[in-house]
C-alpha cells in the first residue's frame, strides 16, 4: 500500500467551478485514484510518501459524466446502503492498480436491485476485476442462482474469490479464468441460446459491440445486458483523436440506440449504464 499526497488544481471539478488560489485543496488517495484523475485531466501531483491515507476519501468523487455537485453525490452516497463485506473489498482494492475500473456504491446497489426485480436465476459477468460487482450479484441471487464470472486476470481474481467466500456466495459463483469472448462462446456451447436471465458487460471497452452480440444470443427474451462505462467520463460527446475507447463506446451506443432486437435505456448512474432488455 503506498499511500500518497496530491493536490488538486481544478478550474472546474464535475460542474462545481473553484477558485484556483483560495480552493486548492489537498486529499489523501492512492495510486490508482491518481491515475483516474490524471486520466481525467483534473489534477497534477506529486509523491509525498510518508503521509497516511484514507482509501475510501476519492470514492466520494461525482463520477465524472455525471453533472452533480459533489455535495449531492455525497448525498447520494450516504443514502446508499452498502454491506460492511463491500465496504472492505472496496478498502482493500483501494490501494491496487486500476481501482478507478471497479462500480460506484451506487451503481452496485442498483445492479442488485435489478438481479432482484428480474428475479435472475442465471446471469453472466465480463469483467470481474476484485470482484465488487460480481459480489453484489451474487448475493441478490437466490440460493439456487449462479453467476458465471469471467476475467481474463488471475491476481484480481484471486481477490474476488476471497470475497465470495468470506461473504458465503461461493457456492453460487461459478470462475471463469480466461478470454472473455472465447469464454462466452464455451458458455452458449453449454447452455445454448436463450439461456441466461441478465449479463453485465464490463472488460475491454474497445470490443463492447462483440461481447454484445454473444450475450444477446444467451440471453433469454425478457433477459437484461447491462452495460458499463457507455458514457465513458463524458468522452463519448466528442471522443478525442486517438481515444480508441471513447470512440468505440460511442459507435456502440449509436448501434444500441437503433438496434430492434432490445428495448433500451441508458440511465446515468456511476460512468453510465445500458440497460438493455431483449424483446
Ligand atoms: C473495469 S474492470 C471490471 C470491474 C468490475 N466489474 C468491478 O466492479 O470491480 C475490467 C476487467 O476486465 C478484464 N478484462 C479486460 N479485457 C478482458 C478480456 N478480453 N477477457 C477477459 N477479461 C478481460 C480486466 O482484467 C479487468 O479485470
Redesign the pocket.
Known amino acids: 500500500m503506498h499511500p500518497l499526497s496530491l493536490h488538486i488544481f481544478p478550474t472546474r471539478v464535475l460542474g462545481h467551478t473553484l477558485k484556483p488560489s483560495a480552493e486548492t485543496f489537498k486529499v489523501n488517495y492512492y495510486s490508482g485514484h491518481y491515475r483516474a484523475l490524471k486520466d481525467f485531466g483534473i489534477c497534477r501531483g506529486s509523491r509525498q510518501p510518508n503521509e497516511v491515507g484514507l482509501s475510501s476519501t476519492l470514492s466520494l468523487k461525482v463520477p465524472a459524466s455525471m453533472n452533480m455537485t459533489t455535495e449531492l453525490y455525497t448525498y447520494l452516497l450516504e443514502h446508499t446502503r452498502e454491506p460492511q463485506v463491500l465496504q472492505d473489498l472496496r478498502d482493500e ?1 483501494a490501494a491496487m492498480n ?1 481501482s478507478h ?3 460506484t456504491r451506487d451503481q ?1 446497489q442498483f445492479m442488485s436491485m435489478l438481479v432482484k426485480l428480474t428475479g435472475t436465476k442465471r446471469a453472466v ?10 459480489l ?1 450479484v451474487a448475493m441478490a441471487l437466490p440460493e439456487d442462482g449462479k453467476l458465471y464470472a ?4 488471475e491476481r ?2 484471486a481477490v474476488a474469490r476471497k470475497y465470495w467466500q468470506l461473504s458465503g456466495v461461493n457456492n453460487k459463483v461459478v470462475e471463469r479464468l ?4 472465447g ?1 462466452l462462446k464455451q458458455l452458449l456451447e453449454e447452455f445454448g441460446q436463450g439461456s441466461f436471465d441478465m449479463g ?1 458487460i ?3 471497452k474497445r ?1 463492447y459491440h462483440l461481447y454484445y452480440e454473444l450475450m444477446l444470443k444467451l440471453m433469454k427474451p425478457g433477459g437484461i445486458i447491462v452495460v ?2 457507455v458514457l465513458f467520463y463524458g468522452k463519448v460527446v466528442k471522443p478525442e483523436a486517438g481515444d480508441k475507447a471513447a470512440a468505440a463506446l460511442a459507435e456502440f451506443n449509436k448501434v444500441l440506440f437503433t438496434d430492434e432486437r432490445i428495448d433500451l435505456s441508458i440511465i446515468p448512474v456511476g460512468d453510465g449504464m445500458a440497460l438493455c432488455r431483449k424483446r
Request: glycine share 14%.
Open positions: 482494492t486500476g475500473m471497479q462500480i452496485g459477468e465480463l469483467g470481474v476485476y476484485t470482484g465488487y460487482s460480481s453484489v469471467i476475467d481474463k486476470d484480481s481474481m480466461g478470454n472473455a469472448q469464454e453485465f464490463d472488460a475491454d470490443v458499463d462505462n
